[in-house]
């Protein structure tokens, strides 16, 4: 994949973290093991480090657009999630943020999450007009 890709967006810092044991892609909104584009510029990352991939997709209560009917929808497809990676080899991290949690539970996890000895992160991206506050 090229870097040029129009739908990539490469930060002034690219190098990746010396001494790191795996890539770390944090799936957000392309909640799919196949047809990513982030997840294909992060295993291509991991290739070329030598490096396997570990999927992060964490799921929280309490941001602004939360309701039961989209989160229904994604705990459905976590089963599928799995098995998706599973078939490709993939490592996949999902991580329920419960309401009965105690307050900074989830912080707690990303904190550690990034603590680990992550080579380079590659996060994937939602620009579209539903996704800003203002709607």
């Not at 294909?40 to 799921?59: D, K, M, S, T, W």
């Not at 009965?100 to 539970?105: I, N, R, S």
């Amino acid at each position: 994949m090229s870097t040029t890709e129009p739908r990539l967006f490469l930060p002034d810092v690219r190098t990746p973290r010396p001494g790191g044991e795996f890539v770390l892609y944090w799936m957000q909104a392309s909640q799919r093991a196949d047809w990513n584009l982030a997840l294909e510029f992060a295993i291509e990352q991991a290739n070329a480090l030598r490096l396997p991939v570990l999927v992060y997709h964490g799921l929280r209560h309490d941001y602004p657009w939360a309701s039961d009917r989209l989160h229904t929808f994604i705990l459905q497809g976590v089963v599928d999630l799995y098995a998706g990676f599973a078939a490709r080899g993939i490592q996949y991290a999902f991580y329920l943020d419960a309401m009965g949690d105690p307050a900074g539970a989830a912080g707690d996890a990303v904190a550690e999450l990034k603590e680990m000895a992550v080579s380079l992160r590659v996060l994937g991206s939602y620009p579209a007009a539903a996704a800003r506050e203002d709607v």
